[in-house]
């Protein structure tokens, strides 16, 4: 038995956040638990409101996870604030994980912000060097870094950064990169790089695409798969859900979190 912890927000809409991370830990065999950060009431239109929890709630159900069922893997989603960063970096250095994705949530695809512009420097200070593998999309990385990336020399230069902030592995996602037909994801080890192709699926169902790749490189590195492995796994779960979107809600829906085990066969 794999177990995996997501310390995000909820989405009530269920694309995105802890809702997205608990589909996609359970579709890989992955026991799956959380911790709630902060409750949005949201839908495919947008973000209708965003209520934080208190840093003592957030910490009291991570210590609730660890002293009693254990952790093989966590992930970290949306944070919110600087306060929020600080208490989820206190407990990851507490119980000395080390398989620590880091989704550095910053804005929802309708816009809204899901971390407070002045956690920025959180996030990298306080966040990243516990962190095993970022996950940035290309704005958020360009926000990380104060770089440009506008190819893959500057992705490598960008993930280089990341690295010198003390992360041992760092993607760049290429789904917000309109300018090719394809959606390309860089992963830089701190030696090697690596690219993850797949064709661009022209849908406007998006909603929870990196959360819900974060939470597939997670239950694989849970499971004991190497980082490389973890991301063909991750790559290969979110290019099929993209591929069998779901056409709820009036804007950007949700994409299908059970497309990868039915592709594989698996019904039940
Ligand atoms: N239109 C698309 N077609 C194929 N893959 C996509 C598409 N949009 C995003 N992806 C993939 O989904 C994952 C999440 O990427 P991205 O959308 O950049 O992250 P985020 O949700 O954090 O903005 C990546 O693996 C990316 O390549
Ligand atoms: C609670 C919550 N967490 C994260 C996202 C980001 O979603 P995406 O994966 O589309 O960037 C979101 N919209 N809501």
């Known amino acids: 038995m794999f177990k995996a912890l997501t310390i995000a927000g909820s989405d009530s809409g269920g694309g995105a956040g802890i809702q997205a991370d608990l589909k996609t830990f359970q579709e890989l065999d992955v026991y799956g638990m959380s911790a709630i950060t902060a409750v949005t009431a949201q839908n495919t239109l947008g973000v209708q409101g965003v209520q934080p929890i208190s840093k003592e709630m957030i910490a009291a159900q991570i210590d609730a996870v660890a002293q009693d069922l254990g952790v093989d893997a966590l992930k970290t989603g949306m944070l919110f604030s600087s306060d929020i960063i600080i208490t989820v970096a206190e407990k990851i250095r507490h119980y000395g994980w080390n398989k620590v994705v880091v989704d550095p949530v910053m804005i929802a695809k309708g816009g809204a912000p899901l971390l407070q512009q002045e ?25 990380l870094t104060g770089l440009r990336i506008q190819s893959e020399a500057d ?60 939470a597939s490189i997670t239950a694989c590195l849970a499971k004991g798969l190497s980082v490389y492995e973890s991301v063909v796994i991750a790559k290969r779960f979110i290019t099929a859900a993209i591929e069998a979107d779901l056409e709820l809600g009036s804007g950007h829906g949700p994409t299908n979190h059970w497309a990868y085990k039915r592709k594989a066969g698996i019904t039940v």
């Open 119 to 143: 956690a920025v420097t959180a996030v990298k200070e306080k966040l990243l060097p516990y962190a095993f593998i970022v996950t940035p999309n290309i704005p958020e990385a360009e926000e």
């Open 155 to 214: 992705k490598i230069e960008a993930a280089k950064k990341l690295i010198s902030y003390g992360v041992k592995n760092v993607i760049i996602k290429g789904g917000h990169d309109e300018n090719t037909n394809e959606s390309i994801d860089l992963l830089f080890d701190g030696k090697d790089s690596y690219t993850f192709t797949s064709h661009r699926i022209n849908t406007k169902n998006t909603h929870g695409t990196g959360c819900t790749f974060s």
